[in-house]
């Protein structure tokens, strides 16, 4: 959990046995993370948002951000509910 690509590669070369199958990582528009989940995906590892509406210290500056909010009026979707689908994409 939380493994960067880096780290992945590292470890990576020692799963004999057993192989990661999920890496819960903070994931939501402002931190997509795309290297990430390019690498985990080639390597069938699942990519799981651990905090998909944003980390702690930046949650409501993530709800109130201006292009989550105009999606929000054009789609008619809660601003959580944005970041929820954007994840499932």
Known sequence: SNFNVE???LLLPHCRTA???LNQVERHPLLPQWDLLDFCSRRGIAVQAHTPLGGTTG???LLDH???SRVSDETGLTAAQVFLTW???
């Open 7 to 9: 780290a992945l590669r």
């Open 19 to 21: 192989r990661p199958r």
């Open 59 to 61: 949650k409501s500056d």
């Open 66 to 68: 201006p292009m989550v």
């Open 87 to 89: 994840n499932l994409r």
